[in-house]
């Protein structure tokens, strides 16, 4: 089964507008913790913000924030004011548990495209 | 955030060669790294954690014989290619995470495009 479901493999959005991408997750372990990554072009992966299970607010990083609803397992992105430059792959990733070598799920990816 | 080098970033080598991809963290110790693998539009496959002085631990379908891994120093872990194939061609990237930072996140290199002709 899968751990990880972005369920939009695309998105377009108009410029300066809010984009959430959608990341559930499927896990038994109480410690947990939630990533998203951006990858443009060039192929590099851009850590952009954390959220840990136990963290009772929601992670915000400049324009991004993370929508934690911990009931619904689901880890959502949420990008304030779209810019060009925003336009990549973006991932979801879980780790669980605590181990020192922990390993990070990953989810399929969604393809964000900004329109001008 | 923390920064991690690979080197090369592109490479093209002729079929049944070696190739060795370098992984270094530049600002910080590293006693875990990560080689994953990513196909076009694909999410990232791992492939490895390396661990620093210790042997590598492979995912299940990776050949450790094919994929050599050497984690020598806090900084710097490598991956070879041996024997490379056309179907090795792939997008390789590492990550590691810092060892006397939050335990939280990995950071990447910028990975290693290799294409075998």
């Known amino acids: 089964a899968q751990k990880i479901t972005q369920t939009q493999p695309g998105m377009f959005v108009q410029e300066k507008e809010a984009v959430t991408l959608d990341c559930t997750y499927d896990?038994?372990?109480?410690?947990?913790?939630l990533f998203w990554y951006k990858q443009p072009s060039s192929g590099e992966m851009i850590f952009l913000i954390y959220?840990?299970?136990?963290d009772e607010q929601n992670a915000t990083e400049g324009r991004y924030s993370l929508n934690f609803q911990k009931a619904r397992k689901s880890a959502n992105l949420v990008i304030s004011a779209s810019q060009l430059g925003d336009s990549a792959m973006y991932f979801c990733?879980?780790?669980?548990?605590?181990?020192?070598?922990?390993?990070?799920?990953w989810g399929a990816g969604t393809k964000l495209i900004i329109k001008p | 955030g923390a920064v991690v080098s690979q080197h090369p970033s592109r490479v093209i080598c002729k079929s049944g060669t070696s190739v060795k991809i370098e992984c270094r963290s530049l600002?910080?110790?590293?006693?875990?790294m990560f080689w994953y693998r990513q196909f076009p539009k694909q999410s990232l496959m791992l492939m490895a954690t390396s661990n620093e002085g210790s042997k590598a631990t492979y995912e299940q379908g990776v050949e450790k014989d094919k994929f050599l891994i050497n984690h020598a120093s806090l900084t710097l872990s490598t991956l070879t290619v041996t024997s490379a194939h056309p179907e090795d061609s792939s997008f390789y990237i590492c990550s590691a995470r810092d060892a006397a930072g939050a335990q939280e996140t990995q950071y990447f290199g910028p990975g290693t495009r290799l294409l075998v002709l």
């Open positions: 896990t038994s372990d109480q410690s947990y913790g």
């Open positions: 959220q840990g299970s136990y």
């Open positions: 990733a879980m780790r669980e548990g605590w181990a020192s070598n922990y390993q990070l799920i």
């Open positions: 600002d910080f110790q590293a006693t875990t």
